[in-house]
């Protein structure tokens, strides 16, 4: 895969943000995305300087101890393509 990256002549993308709470060097963020483009969150927040934790490809090697991104869906939702239904 591709890295992604915030560039003037990318397409659009809307990501919204508010901190939860403080953690030394680290913070919860909740996240709310206006777009779905391809690794928008992980881009967004890597963008500002606060990347995802534990993330290998926009993030720095060493983090918190653990396997994978500290990155979880609270709630996923989408328009069937067939139906027009929003399913959540």
């Known amino acids: 895969r591709k890295k992604q ?5 990318g397409k659009p993308a809307v990501t919204h943000f ?3 709470e403080r953690f ?5 963020v909740e996240l709310t995305l206006e777009t779905g483009r391809t690794h928008q969150i992980r881009v967004h927040m890597a963008y500002i300087g606060h990347p ?9 090697r060493k983090t918190l101890k653990g396997n994978g991104q ?6 996923l939702g989408f328009t069937h393509p067939k139906t027009g239904e929003t399913m959540t």
């Not at 990256?5 to 002549?9: G, L, Y």
């Open 70 to 75: 500290f990155l979880h869906a609270q709630t």
């Open 18 to 20: 508010k901190v939860l």
């Open 24 to 28: 030394g060097n680290h913070t919860l």
């Open 5 to 9: 990256a915030v560039t003037a002549k």
């Open 52 to 60: 995802v934790t534990g993330d290998p490809l926009y993030g720095p």
